[in-house]
């Protein structure tokens, strides 16, 4: 079976340009979650989606972070502008609503922005 | 808010023996469920082992065992015969059972793993 799957695996791209990350939840899955990983910060939930409805965006920075889900396949996070801050790995995540709610990563997506 | 607090930040092993890497966390809820993830040097996140609040049994998963102590807010986990393959920056994780509370996972700030041949 599938995993979560994540495009790009890597981005490099210039302060002020807009990122978008690709996400393709595990087919059934009914929650998806937006994590950022960086040095200073560990692993932080930017948004999280249940049944393509965003639920929790507290994490999400500032306005220059906006998340979509408009099918439940698949999820985009998008960031405009970006700066150099915004460099990280940010992971999709999904899971199945109900009991543990085990949450299965995606590979990452690291961002670098000169 | 909950935390969770993994107060060793490296841990080292040598091959074939055991390791225990220390978790605990902080919350006044009654009904959660406890994680460890793997993250090795590619930055997957791998699931290793989970457990559930409600039970008393520690959970296992081959050469992986937890030490759930819910009294004294600890989840421990424990590496038997450890590999080169283990070698890996190790997260605890929080995630509260109520719908209210979201389905958010708290982190600790991992514990990075080396193996010794």
């Known amino acids: 079976d599938a995993g979560v799957i994540q495009s790009p695996r890597h981005e490099v791209t210039e302060m002020g340009q807009e990122v978008t990350l690709r996400c393709k939840p595990i087919?059934?899955?009914?929650?998806l979650f937006w994590y950022r990983q960086t040095m200073m910060r560990g692993l932080e939930l930017l948004i999280y989606f249940n049944n393509n409805v965003p639920i929790d965006d507290s994490g999400m920075p500032e306005d220059r972070f906006s998340a979509k889900m408009p099918n439940a396949s698949f999820s985009t996070l998008k960031i405009q502008p970006s700066e150099p801050r915004d460099s990280a790995v940010y992971f999709c995540a999904s899971s199945f609503r109900g009991g543990a709610g085990t949450q299965y990563f995606g590979p990452g997506t690291r961002l670098l922005v000169l | 808010a909950q935390t969770v607090t993994q107060s060793q930040p490296e841990m080292s092993v040598q091959e074939a023996e055991t390791v225990t890497l220390s978790c605990t966390y902080d919350?006044?809820?009654?009904?959660?469920?406890l994680f460890w993830y793997k993250q090795p040097p590619s930055r997957q996140m791998i699931l290793v082992i989970r457990?559930?609040?409600?039970?008393?049994q520690n959970a296992t998963e081959n050469r992986f065992s937890v030490n759930f102590q819910k009294a004294a807010k600890s989840f421990s986990l424990k590496i038997s015969d450890s590999q080169l393959g283990d070698a890996a920056m190790y997260f605890c994780?929080?995630?509260?059972?109520?719908?209210?509370?979201?389905?958010?996972?708290?982190f600790g700030e991992g514990t990075q793993l080396t193996v010794n041949p």
């Open positions: 919350t006044s809820e009654s009904d959660y469920y």
């Open positions: 994780a929080y995630r509260s059972a109520r719908e209210t509370s979201g389905s958010r996972l708290t």
């Open positions: 087919s059934g899955h009914n929650s």
């Open positions: 457990q559930e609040a409600y039970k008393q």
